[in-house]
């Protein structure tokens, strides 16, 4: 299948800052990504999608932008709050096929 | 809208029995669901997709007659993990398409310990 990474296994912020997590993916043809989040002993949790015609789109806090040229996605969370603090996984998909996921970022917030 | 659950959320069994685990879109009919399998601090692994009304597809290197997968009808689907071993225990994760058959919503996951 098709490789979907991320470039940090880890990320540590400190309350209130922003978060910047990324995901590099390699499959061209992905017309589709989502980023989940995923909380310790939980299901993936839907944070927000984009489409490849988009280059951003903003949700609650999060940002999630598309660079199409260098295959890149990348998950901005405004004012990182302790519940944010989770594993982040990106996903592509082709043309409603099947969902790759990344190995996951984990995400830890400072009080 | 978009939910979907899993029973039970724990298990713990005996080494040699078979588990069952159900999944469940509860607001919205789901025509395909998909069945996955996690270890600690890693990504999620896609075990089947499960098709209502047909057979499952699994992934290369899943053995389907270890992990039996029914899908019988449009809101549950079902994952049997025959003949337990401790190497099956994990946590397991389904998820189905949403409405806009897109989008792909999981359940909340069940943890299987095998002694």
């Known amino acids: 299948g098709e490789s979907v990474g991320l470039h940090l296994p880890t990320l540590s912020v400190q309350e209130g800052d922003n978060s910047i997590i990324n995901c590099a993916y390699s499959?061209?043809?992905?017309?589709?990504f989502i980023w989940y989040k995923q909380e310790s002993g939980k299901g993936p949790q839907f944070i927000i999608d984009?489409?490849?015609?988009?280059d951003k789109r903003q949700g609650q806090r999060v940002t999630v932008l598309l660079n199409k040229t260098v295959k890149h996605l990348s998950l901005q969370i405004a004012a990182t709050q302790p519940g944010d603090s989770a594993v982040y996984f990106c996903?592509?998909?082709?043309?409603?096929?099947?969902?790759?996921f990344g190995t996951g970022t984990s995400l830890t917030v400072i009080p | 809208g978009a939910v979907v659950s899993q029973h039970p959320s724990w298990v713990i069994c005996k080494s040699g029995t078979s588990v069952k685990i159900e999944c469940r879109s509860l607001d919205f009919q789901a025509t395909t669901m998909f069945w996955y399998r996690q270890f600690p601090k890693q990504s999620l692994m896609l075990m089947a997709t499960?098709?209502?009304?047909?057979?499952?597809?699994?992934e290369q290197g899943v053995e389907k007659d270890k992990f039996l997968i029914n899908h019988a009808s449009l809101t549950l689907s079902t994952l049997t993990v025959t003949s337990a071993h401790p190497e099956d225990s994990s946590f397991y994760i389904c998820s189905a398409r949403g409405p806009q058959k897109e989008t792909q919503y999981f359940g909340p996951g069940t943890r299987l310990l095998v002694l």
């Open positions: 499959n061209s043809a992905s017309d589709y």
């Open positions: 499960s098709n209502e009304g047909s057979k499952a597809t699994y």
């Open positions: 984009i489409r490849s015609n988009m």
């Open positions: 996903a592509e998909n082709e043309a409603g096929n099947q969902f790759y």
